[in-house]
């Protein structure tokens, strides 16, 4: 395999003097993706567990959206089992005590109706962009201008776009980002479908721009794989491909990955934008958000539907049933030796490497 590093600045790939495999806690003051917009319906109470706190969502009429710690002051019954009342105000399900979309107790059905100070449940800010849900969870006030870039979503032609889609994977978040920055593991996990044996022929470069790290990994006269193909308009399979991964703190991941004819300009490149967005819910549990969004595809429209599931099954199988599965089984080992490991690294583990670095300055700071 030939690995060529051309790091922005000199970086040490090597195991971290630390014992500890994960940062001790989140970084709470950044924006992470609650839901994809359209899973929350109008009308519907939707309940999604983030940093370790279970949060209750909904639509205001006006169509923006609450987010209430999903707890009853009274005796913490999850909100989310009770009812959405008109006015936006949700009703618990056990003594019917009514709260608005601050979290502020606005109606007890009980005696005269007086409502005991710090009948309150909390509330977080909630933005609304690119087709996602943000929630904030710090101390600190929340920034709009540090939610990533994702406009690509919104550039995107709804024809060249799968459809949005999430799991759970049994794993701390950096498991899960460690798995996106290093796609060399693709020749392994993903052979014939997000990958081949060509993969390993790449030349990779890692990047660190502020909070984000971009990996580049590009080969030059190798094979076509699998699943491009499905969208590949020339009649050879021997290509220039590239894949340029950015990571930005504490858990977005944006993947450019396309492959042009050889010699020609990466212009004329096919390929898509893979979309991951990765939310702590616990400690050994991340919510797994992605899609792809094609570009330079010059496809029959009237193939675009069938050739989109086609690529949102097969990510989706490759996440869930190849990659979660070999992540779940890493952190079973980590668990084993409570967490206290140290990697012993090498060259594709540059991007991971550095991302660690950022997220330790940025936690120092939160
Ligand atoms: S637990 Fe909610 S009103 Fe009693
Ligand atoms: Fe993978």
């Keep these: 395999m030939s690995a060529q590093l051309q790091p922005s600045s000199p970086i040490q790939v090597r195991s971290r003097g ?16 609650a839901m994809w917009s ?47 009342l008109p006015g936006d ?7 019917g005590l009514e709260f608005d979309g601050t979290g502020k107790c606005v109606h007890n059905p009980h005696g005269n109706g007086a409502i005991p100070s710090g009948m309150n449940t909390r509330s977080w800010p909630v933005l609304e962009k690119h087709t996602c849900l943000w929630i904030w969870m710090g101390d600190r006030e929340p920034d709009p201008s540090q939610i990533p870039d994702y406009s690509v979503i919104d550039k995107a032609d709804p024809a060249h776009a799968t459809k949005r889609d999430r799991i759970i994977v049994k794993a701390h978040v950096q ?10 593991h693709g020749i392994y996990l993903h052979d014939g479908l997000l990958a081949n044996e060509d993969s390993a022929n790449s030349e990779i470069t890692a990047v ?11 080969a030059k006269g190798v094979q076509l794989v699998g699943l491009h193909r499905e969208y590949w308009p020339h009649d050879t399979y021997t290509v220039d491909k590239f894949s340029s991964i950015r990571w930005t703190a504490p858990s977005y991941l944006l993947l450019t990955q396309g492959a042009c004819l050889p010699g020609d300009t990466r212009d004329n490149a096919v390929g898509y934008y893979g979309i991951h967005l ?3 819910e616990t400690e050994r549990t991340t919510h797994y958000h992605f899609m792809a969004v094609r570009f ?33 089984a890493q952190q079973r080992v980590l668990d084993s030796k409570g967490g206290k490991l140290n990697p012993t690294l090498m060259i594709v583990d540059l991007g991971p490497a550095r991302c660690k670095r950022i997220l330790e300055r940025l936690l120092e700071q939160d």
């Excluded at 105000?89 to 003594?95: E, G, L, N, Q």
């Excluded at 498991?175 to 290093?182: G, S």
């Design 296 to 328: 330079n595809v010059q496809t029959d429209p009237g193939a675009n539907d069938e050739l989109s599931a086609k690529i949102a099954k097969n990510r989706r199988y490759a996440f869930a049933e190849q990659d979660a599965p070999i992540i779940e």
């Design 208 to 218: 660190e721009e502020g909070n984000c790290v971009i990996v580049h990994r590009s």
């Design 278 to 280: 990765l939310t702590p």
């Design 18 to 33: 630390s014992s500890e495999y994960f940062q001790p806690r989140f970084l709470r003051n950044a924006w992470y993706v």
């Design 175 to 184: 498991l899960v980002a460690d798995n996106l920055l290093d796609l060399s």
């Design 38 to 84: 359209e899973d929350l319906k109008p009308g519907a109470l939707v309940e999604r567990t983030i940093l370790n706190e279970s949060i209750v969502f909904y639509r205001r009429e006006d169509g923006t959206v609450a987010a209430l710690t999903n707890q009853c002051p009274h005796r913490f019954v999850p909100l989310d089992k009770g009812k959405l």
């Design 89 to 95: 105000r949700i009703r618990c399900p056990y003594h």
